[in-house]
């Protein structure tokens, strides 16, 4: 098998980060830890190229950096490429992550090493990359874990599930049987983790995106509010015909100048709570009387004169975040700097 | 203390005949015995009794609750107690007679003010056979009922007219094994372990319901209410109990006595942990304030009995997942190491596309999370893969409209149906969700 | 945005939130009278105005003051 190495300018020994603009440049062979790779990739396997590149060139002058990457695997074909293990490494992991993404545009295979913090993860979440320490004190054991899994990929064939192979999770969830059934796996996993055993979680934890906060106004007195709801308050009657659960769509519903929702046009038609109290006082979760008032008293400068709804019951995220980009979009065109939505 | 005895009766064939009764796994039913038991009450005014059995191409629709007849032939107390008339006493002792492999069906068409007030009030399907058939309720063996109800009944009196009907059937039937004796025996008691184990609690969150009068209930109570503790045999003699309203599956009365993390913990109890019992709270407060109470109140309660350790378990989704999670992050931060049982995502119980298949970031598996849990068992979601075929035969309605935006949209029972289409339904494969984890299907990251 | 489930909406990114009260009813209370649910409406909605005026680096909770909350 022959294998295409990707190295920062640090572990190909050219030096710091006082030579981290180093433009990338290939050689032949292994360099620094690729030796120690190429000897646990076996028999009838070797490193035939090495690409060195400093990390600020890479973040800094990323289409060149790209392109060098490119035409270096064009011109190696190579069976499996290798990049980094690059451990916490921030700089490092995103050059990484990069090399993975442009050699499997290219149909090659290709392998890393991560920290689970390392942000390179975020960069190209599809990269399989192998657990690593913060350190490169971990690189014996991250390379024999690469050069295992490696091996597989570049066999070809499907890999099974990441708790089975030994690579991070690269943000795919697939239906799948296990051993035992979940009640006695359960029962297990409490033992063990009594004892002080390991086990392994079957759902780990991941954030949501974080999303960067807007501006705040300047002064309410002259700002003009857009009101949403994903709290399903429809004209009555729900001529959108808004699904109790399971909703994609989203609408806007005139206010005519109305000082408040009364339950005589107005109704609640989401299936996720006891919607009672909502359709005989919309009001309570679209606050049109207190928002008119304080509209009517200068507290606030103006307010849309139409408002944006959903069923929020079982949406899907993906609906979700369209819904939300859509509606902002029409707030922004209808003048809007500031929403109210009330969430149920 | 507390120590019973189920004697186990398997189900392995059921005809239709008269007398009814059990002999040698041969359940024969007298229907029109059973016919005459749900028209004891006069509000109920039509009632169909079917037998239907697993690998038939038979639909069922409009399931309402699926009852497993128990009957307590030694110790105080009568089976499913405080409901439907039955007395309030302590159960959990002496012995118990169960069937397995066989259950009661309760089915009814929602009527529309019904759903009006209860949108989760939905038309629930089991599938028999085919590519539907991925739920423990297409293995049962049925007595299967389909009520109509007098049309005026508030949604309190039609909960209670449904499942007081169901009970007297299933009543009926368990009387059958009163003299028998049974193949299989197993005694449940938590004796005191002769060395010092770790001590776990099974922390049962379960559903309460938001619409008042109605939801599963403890002993008889539905409202919201502090935790209290149950010991496990009270479980079994049917303590918890579903409500006929909501058909989501976690709420059916057959799991709680079929509970599989109860035999789980059965089973280590005295050799690898010390089970100190079962504390039940609600789920699915109002309020956040609220939500924090009960989680509070339980941590406290796990606490006070010593607990080293908490299997945590919950039977709905949505906000509930709040106070369980609140729950698991008080334990936790209390030295309490917790286990969470779950299902995943509500998303992907219509059909599994592969594009849904296939989530992650896109999707996240649990709604709400706390860095406490970290030890997380799924049991993922059971999906059909694609439509579902036609069935030769149908019990419980010929109709089935999953939109209630859309009533004059109906499809044949019959089918096939494609559950994508017609979504807007809530749960339409009962049993979709494998809350306590009775199979081996999960999620992997890949 | 008002939610009367601040955890989940916090989680979710929401960087300014608003402690609604129950989801049946997150803009107000039945229990205080007509008098007290239209204040306590209008309450929520002036701490929506104070938290689209505030500079704000990530997910931030706004909640009305206890006193506020029950006064008629």
Known sequence: MRAAHYLNQFFAGVGGEEVADTPPHAHEGAIGPGRLLESLLGDGSGIATTLVCGDAFFNERADDAHAAVEAWLREAHP????????????????????????????????????????????????????????TAAGMKDALGLIAVLGSKLAAGGELGPAEREGYLPRGIRRPGYREKPGAERAVDMLVAKLRGEPFVTEIPIDAYDAVPPAAPIADPATATIGLVTSGAIVPKGNPDRFKRASETRWSTYELDGREALSSDEFECVHGGFFNLIACENPNFVLPLDAVRALEQEGAIGRVLDFYCATSGNDQRLADCARNGREIASALVEAGANAALLVAT | MMRLELGSFPVESIR????????????????????????????????????????????????????????????????????????????????????EGFAVLLAAEVPERIRRAVSAAATSIVDMSGPGAVTVYSTLRYVALTLRLEPALDLVEWNETLLSAAHRVSDTLAGYLRELEPPRRHAYALDPPSERLPRVVHVHTLNGSMVPGIGSTIYGYAKHALPLLLHPNEILDGAIAGDAVVT????????????????????????????????????????????????????????????????????????????????IQGLEQAGIKTVFLTIESDIKVVRLTPELAETGSHEPPLLFSVPEADAIVSTGTLAATTSLPAMTRVVGGDSVAFDFERPDVVAPTSGPLDLEELSGAYSPLFGHFDNYGIGTQSYFDY | MVSALPPIALQAGGNRVVKGVKIEHVCGDPSLGSTGDAALRRRIVERCLDAVSAEVTKPTLFEIEEAEAAAP
């Open chain 1, 79 to 134: 069976d499996l490429v290798v990049a980094g293990p690059a451990f916490a490494a921030g700089r490092y992991g995103v050059a990484c992550a990069h090399v993975c993404r442009i050699a499997e545009e290219l149909g090659f295979p290709a392998v890393t090493g991560f920290h689970p913090e390392n942000p390179g993860r975020l960069t190209y979440p599809r990269a399989y990359a192998v657990p690593a320490g913060r």
């Open chain 2, 16 to 99: 239709s005949g008269s007398p009814g009764g059990y002999a040698s796994g041969l359940l024969t039913v007298d229907q029109e015995q059973l016919r005459a038991r749900c028209l004891e009450d006069p509000r109920v005014v039509e009632a169909e009794i079917d037998i239907v059995e697993p690998g038939e191409s038979t639909r069922i629709a409009h399931v309402r609750d699926v009852i497993e007849p128990r009957l307590k032939v030694a110790g105080a107390g009568h089976a499913y107690p405080a409901i439907c008339g039955h007395p309030p006493d302590t159960v959990g002792e002496g012995v118990t007679h169960q069937y």
């Open chain 2, 248 to 327: 989501y599956p976690g709420k059916c009365t057959w799991v709680q006595v079929n509970n599989p993390v109860l035999p789980q913990l059965y089973e280590r109890h005295g050799t690898d942990l010390e089970w100190l019992g079962c504390i039940v709270s609600r789920t699915r407060w109002g309020a956040a304030a609220e939500k924090e109470l009960s989680a509070f109140q339980t941590v406290k309660l796990a606490r006070m009995l010593g607990a080293d350790g908490a299997l945590v378990t919950w039977n709905h989704g949505g906000n509930d997942l709040i106070e369980v999670m609140l729950t």
